[in-house]
């Protein structure tokens, strides 16, 4: 059963421009984590664009829990290279709240959009509680 979906677009080169003039915004958007790729190299403003899509979209499925925070979301990568979330704090509240027992995540990158789309899954019961089964970090 799907609980919400989420979709979000990010300007490539606005993001990237926003990010390298304010001094710690992406510290505020992105955990340690999150700001490398899997060599720990740096990423790409496209990368952390996607990344930030990616929050957005999830967000918009969850229904934007008041008081949420940015590093509430991880945005990582399978060993195989397929993007996943984590969560943890408030979101993780709101997705355990909604019954979400999956969270499916897409991401793109067109041109200068990076976009994401999160489909928020749920487990239907026979007693109509839905059962939770979140990949969460502590």
């Known amino acids: 059963m799907i609980v919400g979906i989420g979709i979000d677009l990010v300007n490539v080169a606005k993001f990237g ?3 390298a003039r304010t001094p710690g915004f992406g510290d505020s958007l992105f955990t340690p984590r ?5 060599a720990g190299d740096p990423r ?3 990368s952390l664009a996607g990344r930030y899509a990616a ?3 999830l967000a918009k499925a969850l229904g934007a829990p008041p008081g949420m925070r940015w590093h509430d979301c991880e945005v990582l990568v399978e060993p195989d290279g397929r993007p996943y979330l984590t969560l943890r704090g408030l979101l993780g509240e709101a997705a355990s709240e909604l019954g979400v027992a999956t969270l499916h ?3 793109a990158m067109e041109g ?4 994401a789309y999160v489909i928020a899954e749920g487990v239907a019961s026979l007693d109509g509680v839905g059962a939770t089964r979140m990949r969460e970090t502590a």
């Not at 200068?112 to 976009?115: C, E, K, L, N, Q």
Request: glycine share 0%.
């Open 17 to 19: 421009a926003t990010v």
């Open 34 to 38: 999150e700001r490398v790729d899997e």
């Open 44 to 46: 790409s403003a496209a």
């Open 55 to 57: 929050k957005e979209a």
């Open 105 to 107: 995540l897409s991401l």
């Open 112 to 115: 200068d959009v990076a976009v």
